[in-house]
């Protein structure tokens, strides 16, 4: 476990340098690109150089970067003027709580959808379920969000167009339909991999041995559930990290003032220090969650550990 550690550590390094490089690789002058719109005179672009090290070398300006993200600091938001993680604090409640929405749909239908079509397999029940899912995978979220919006929210007028909403119940009404258009792909997978698990271990010897033992079938069911459970899990964590990150479209579509079209103004305004500080908080959400799975997966199957070393090469 302490590799699998270092070695989310090691990503997110990557990723940081990948993400500091983004203000040396914008386009014109740095000091400009940190200034945004305001008149750069001489004083201004001495404070700039001087509060950024931008006469320093590279590797020193990132050395100073990586140490305030790390605290916290990532500078100030060109376009707003005010501090880069007050800007994102103000935003990021909404795209966690529509992720979270999202993730519990897409789990609470795919996950039954796909044991349903593996114990049902080869009957039209599956065909259902296996065509449904290749159709919603095939459909991007922003045009079925689009959907959703005209038929649930502006004939039927079920659902608000538009807005976050205020109160957890508010809230939840607001983000109703954006989080279906986000987890409908989503719980398609899920779909395809539940089904594919489920029924590679309803295929197992154990299972008619089981069976043949007279084994109840509630009994059975936990076992093969058990099995199966690794690749699920780890497909559902994989699923909310891309859930979080994906958010922008949605977003937009549904006018939600959340991180997804703070990143998307931020990148029309040029507002690099912003960009930058959503990009590596999606990376580390990502890593994290990713973490954290490998984590249940041993919890629930600590075989997986032993098949790990056993697979070391024997010295």
Request: positive net charge; aromatic residues 4%; without cysteine.
């Amino acid at each position: 476990m302490a590799a699998r550690l270092a070695q989310a550590v090691g990503v997110l390094m990557v990723l940081s340098v990948i993400v500091f490089s983004l203000l040396h690789m914008a386009p014109g002058d740095l000091v400009k690109n940190l200034v945004g719109t305001r008149r750069v005179t001489d004083e201004i672009r001495r404070a700039i150089v001087e509060h950024h090290g931008l006469d320093r070398p590279v590797v020193v300006q990132y050395l100073t970067w990586l140490t305030r993200a790390v605290r916290g600091d990532f500078g100030t938001s060109v376009r707003s003027g005010a501090p880069v993680l007050d800007v994102i604090g103000d935003r990021l409640p909404l795209t966690v709580g529509l992720t979270l929405l999202a993730f519990v749909l897409a789990v609470g239908i795919g996950i039954p959808l796909g044991v349903l079509a593996a114990r049902r397999r080869g009957t039209g029940v599956d065909r259902v379920v296996t065509t449904s899912a290749v159709v919603g995978i095939s459909a991007p979220g922003f045009a079925l969000g689009l959907l959703l919006l005209h038929v649930f929210a502006v004939t039927l007028r079920w659902f608000p167009t538009h807005g976050g909403g205020e109160g957890v119940a508010d809230r939840v009404w607001h983000l109703s339909l954006p989080a279906l258009a986000l987890a409908v792909g989503t719980a398609a997978m899920l779909v395809r991999i539940t089904r594919a698990a489920v029924a590679h271990e309803l295929s197992q010897d154990y299972v008619l041995f089981a069976r043949s033992r007279g084994l109840g079938r509630r009994r059975t069911s936990l076992m093969v559930m058990k099995n199966a459970a690794t690749p699920v899990l780890t497909s559902a964590g994989l699923v909310l990290g891309a859930l979080f990150g994906s958010t922008v479209l949605v977003e937009e579509t549904f006018s939600l003032p959340g991180l997804g079209q703070l990143l998307a103004d931020s990148i029309t305004f040029k507002d690099v220090p912003v960009v930058q500080a959503i990009v590596l908080l999606v990376a580390a959400v990502i890593v994290g969650v990713t973490l954290t799975v490998d984590l249940l997966v041993l919890a629930v199957d600590p075989r997986q550990l032993d098949h790990r070393a056993r697979r070391r090469p024997i010295r």
